[in-house]
């Protein structure tokens, strides 16, 4: 087994899978038994010939483990990779169907807008404090500094190059989102698969921005998505690619 370096790990997602596959809700203590066998020997003489008898006894003794987020990975990994149940991306990806597991290792890329939102979170309190500030450019301030998204695109370099499309949960983030990218592991389930020659529209950078926005206001998100649309701002992505819900990013 590969220790593993986790970027990501969605808990609420970990802990969903391991009770549907264990039938049981997965606990954070575990209790383990140790038997530990011990004898007594002494020499002695039975009916004149030498011998040595010996009296067997054990103990037991009872340890409390705790089950951590990676050792509850780790269960659930095995577990698929034994039922079969997980799909590795490294070449074509026609047979792959929403829904399944996949696995793959590739070049994790943090969108361009992800980072600005970063930068933006870290001095949101300023742009406050700046005199006559137009509402509606503070409201799109703070829309982005709440933003608790990140898109993320990887790239899987094998037979065909093939591209999965994510976005993360920033509260399951165990790095800093600047410092993630570079190559990884990532495991996660299928929401769409893109086959080669099809496309799928996006939108792209800017889909952090709408999901931040609707916690603000309904209204001009909607009509900011209208925007988008409007003046083809959606991005296009083609095939093969995929689109998944992630569940874990390591190193």
Do not use: C
């Not at 009770?19 to 209790?31: A, C, D, K, T, W």
């Not at 089950?67 to 799909?87: G, I, N, P, V």
């Not at 898109?151 to 190059?161: G, I």
């Amino acid at each position: 087994m590969l220790l593993k370096n986790f970027l990501y790990l969605n808990t609420s997602m970990l802990n969903d899978y391991v009770s549907m596959i264990e039938g049981s809700v997965p606990g954070s203590v575990v209790e383990q038994t140790d038997t530990e066998d011990r004898s007594a020997g002494g020499g002695a003489k039975l009916y004149g010939i030498g011998g040595e008898i010996k009296k067997g006894s054990s103990s037991e003794k009872k340890h409390t483990l705790t089950s951590t987020d990676a050792s509850l990975f780790e269960r659930l990994y095995s577990q698929l990779k034994k039922r079969e149940m997980l799909k590795e991306v490294a070449g074509n990806i026609e047979n792959f169907e929403k829904g399944e597991i996949i696995e793959a290792e590739a070049q994790l890329i943090v969108s361009a807008f992800a980072q600005l939102i970063e930068a933006v979170n870290a001095y949101s309190g300023f742009f406050s404090m700046i005199p006559n500030m137009d509402s509606n450019a503070l409201l799109g301030i703070s829309s982005l500094a709440k933003s608790e998204s990140a898109d993320v695109a990887f790239r899987v370099e094998q037979e065909s190059s093939t591209t999965i499309l994510a976005t993360l949960t920033k509260k399951y983030l165990l790095e800093d989102i600047n410092t993630i990218d570079g190559e990884i592991s990532v495991l996660g389930k299928i929401k769409k698969v893109v086959p080669k020659g099809q496309k799928i529209q996006s939108m792209g950078p800017f889909s952090s921005l709408v999901s931040a926005l609707q916690k603000l206001d309904r209204n001009k998100a909607s009509e900011f998505t209208q925007q988008l649309k409007s003046q083809n701002l959606f991005e296009e992505i083609e095939g093969p690619a995929l689109t998944i819900l992630p569940l874990a990013i390591w190193r």
